[in-house]
Structure formats: C-alpha cells, structure tokens
C-alpha cells in the first residue's frame, strides 16, 4: 500500500551538535545538492554513509536510516516530504551530431536516429515517454551504445554518439554553455522531484532529524545551472 507524499509535513528543527557518537546511513540517486561536507562540519559526531542505488530498496530491510529517490509515493509505514521541485525530461544532443544527421520533429522520429540508453538494474531504458497532444505515448529507442552509468551517457552525448534522455536539471550547465542541446522539447515530459523518506518510528533520532533539517534547507529550491558542474571530457 502507498500514499502520496505530503509537503507540508516538515520535521522537527535541530539547533546545535548532535550529542554522542551517531552513524546515518542514506540510500540515494542524487545527491549533489546536499554539499555532505557542510552537514559533516556541522555535526562532527555523525558518521554519514552515502550509498547510491538505481533500483527500489526497502529501506528498512536493507539497513538504510532514510532515502532520497525520484517520485511521490511511499510506503505506508513511511515519512516523506518533497526536496526538489517536477522537473521535464528532456532529450540532449551534440550540435555536431545535429549537424551530421538533423532533428527528430517529432517523438517517432526517434526511431531513426541513434540514441544512448541508461542501463538500470537488470534492463536497458529503450522505451522513452512523451506527450503527445495531452496523452502520454511510450517510443521505443535503440542505438549503438547501453551504459550503466548516467555521467557516461552525458560524456557520450557530448562526443556525438546519439541522443539521450534525462532529467532537464542534470545538463543545465551544458545547455548554458551550448555543448548540448535540447530537441522535441513540446514534447516532453514534466516528473516528481527528488524526496527524502524514512519510518515513521525513526523520526525521533537526532542524526536523522538534523540531516532531513539539512537536506530540506539546502534542496527545497529551483535548480541553478551550477548544481551539477560539467566534469571535463578526457
């Protein structure tokens, strides 16, 4: 069973350290935005695991404190709020490969050009959503090259291998610098934010009230194209 998330449920505020030694242990799919080592400075008794999955955890079963993850449903037993504000999927390429092979005018186009596919867990991603005239469609999509790691796929698309799908805020700063661009934008598809979520029993622990307090402070905003830095291209 599954609720949506509720944002205006906000945790309890932590002013000061948090005494005595603690260990929080978060599963993730983003994480950038939290800059770890301000939380780090400011509670130096916590020890902080960091572990990034692109597959659904129970988080409980696995040893988790909490997690932060795509999409607004929870389990029941569960507290969540939202971080980061719906953001539009968005298809990138190379202008070099524009240039090569011009620009899909629609969704089905994608058919005849080579795209970059995100392998999650045990398939590949070759199926991309869009709206189409108020009704969401699925694409299928191929190419010469599945990747299991999202920053190879963004590498590779700004070498010109093929297009590629993905959340409009992790190539802003590439949008902005022209080393990527945008096609079928009518056409694409707004998705939930980034949540926190934890058990609903856990809420009280103090390492995990100060991380949630620090998370919301720092990720409870629009993104800025300076979020995720483009790492340079060997």
């Known amino acids: 069973m599954f609720r949506t998330l ?12 948090i005494h005595g030694f603690g260990r929080a242990r978060l599963a993730f799919r983003n994480a ?10 400011a509670h130096p008794n916590v020890e902080l695991e960091l572990v990034g999955e692109d597959r659904p955890i129970d988080i409980v079963e696995e040893g988790f404190d909490a997690g932060i993850r795509l999409g607004n449903f929870v389990q029941i ?7 980061t504000p719906p953001e539009r999927f968005v298809v990138v390429g ?18 005849d050009f080579r795209c970059i596919l995100l392998r999650q867990s045990v398939r590949a991603l070759d199926h991309w959503q869009f709206i189409v005239d108020g009704e969401r469609i699925t694409v299928g999509v191929g ?3 599945v990747i299991n790691d999202i920053e190879a796929c963004i590498h590779s ?36 934010g980034l949540s926190l979520y934890y058990p609903s029993r856990s809420q009280s622990l103090p390492k995990l009230r100060a991380f949630v307090d620090f998370a919301i402070q720092r990720m409870r905003r629009e993104f800025k194209p300076g ?5 340079p291209v060997p």
């Not at 297009?163 to 945008?182: A, I």
């Open 77 to 83: 037993d569960m507290v969540a709020m939202w971080l």
């Open 143 to 145: 190419g010469p090259l």
């Open 157 to 192: 698309a700004l070498r010109g291998v093929g297009l590629f799908q993905l959340p409009h805020s992790l190539v802003m700063s590439h949008l902005e610098r022209g080393d990527l661009q945008t096609v079928l934008e009518p056409y694409c598809e707004e998705v939930p």
């Open 227 to 231: 979020d995720y830095l483009p790492k």
């Open 6 to 17: 509720h944002p205006e449920v906000h945790p309890s505020r932590v002013d000061g350290l």
């Open 94 to 111: 190379a202008p070099a490969l524009f240039r090569k092979h011009g620009r899909p005018a629609s969704p089905y186009d994608l058919q």
């Open 32 to 41: 950038e935005l939290l800059e770890c080592p301000d939380f780090l400075d």
